[in-house]
């Protein structure tokens, strides 16, 4: 079974479009997050939920919403996509506490043309 | 900005050989931990070092972690064409709820 799962894998889209990212952790685990990893590989937190509730929330556009409907799902809303969105988008989660790793989905790539 | 640099950005060794690769951070840390990434695939988690600690060890892997100077390192042992992937040091730091990754090291294992 898949620990963190998110789906689509790849995901192709035009500008000005709207989209979604999923994702699912069988974890149980009570965090999640969503970082962005750019073209030269750095990898940027996003966002943080912990038990449904927004955690962190970095210095990312208001096109981007996450909702999280309960502590197993993150999902990730882009509204009006723009070219710079290009990245590789990954859902994490992690157990609350210290000294804990994270666990990460095998990533969405975005593709804005 | 980036919490962690990385050095070297890239390294390519034969099979066999050592590959040691350094992490630098900014703040203060509760751990760091190493991660691996292959092409396309989500990262995996390594090894994880405390703040307390000095040196950790994991099957081929050793650790070390100096936190007058913020800094660590991440040796593999008797390299495989297996273990080619990008690795990032990643850092867990008080209070912040959430890792702050290094930029990584690409790492080629020429069998």
């Known amino acids: 079974d898949t620990a963190v799962s998110q789906t689509p894998k790849y995901l192709v889209t035009q500008m000005g479009n709207d989209k979604s990212i999923k994702c699912e952790q069988n974890?149980?685990?009570?965090?999640m997050y969503w970082y962005k990893q750019d073209s030269k590989k750095f990898l940027k937190i996003m966002f943080s939920?912990?038990?449904?509730?927004?955690?962190i929330n970095e210095t990312v556009p208001n096109r981007f919403s996450p909702k999280s409907p309960d502590k197993a799902h993150l999902n990730l809303h882009i509204n009006s996509l723009e070219l710079g969105d290009s990245a590789v988008y990954f859902c994490?989660?992690?157990?609350?506490?210290?000294?804990?790793?994270?666990?990460f989905g095998q990533g969405t790539r975005l593709t804005v043309v | 900005s980036q919490q962690g640099e990385e050095d070297p950005q890239a390294l390519s060794i034969q099979e066999g050989e050592n590959a040691t690769m350094n992490c630098s951070y900014k703040?203060?840390?509760?751990?760091l931990q190493w991660y691996r990434q292959n092409s396309g695939r989500g990262l995996v988690h390594l090894i994880l070092?405390?703040?307390?600690?000095r040196e950790k060890h994991s099957g081929r892997l050793r650790v070390t972690l100096d936190t007058s100077k913020k800094s660590s390192s991440l040796l593999i042992t008797a390299s495989r064409a297996a273990d080619t992937a990008s690795y990032f040091c990643a850092t867990d730091g008080a209070g912040r709820r959430a890792l702050t990754f290094g930029s990584g090291t690409r790492l080629q294992v020429q069998p």
């Open positions: 070092i405390r703040s307390n600690e």
């Open positions: 994490a989660s992690s157990q609350v506490g210290t000294d804990t790793e994270a666990f």
């Open positions: 939920y912990n038990n449904k509730e927004l955690i």
């Open positions: 703040t203060s840390i509760n751990n």
């Open positions: 974890l149980g685990h009570d965090t």
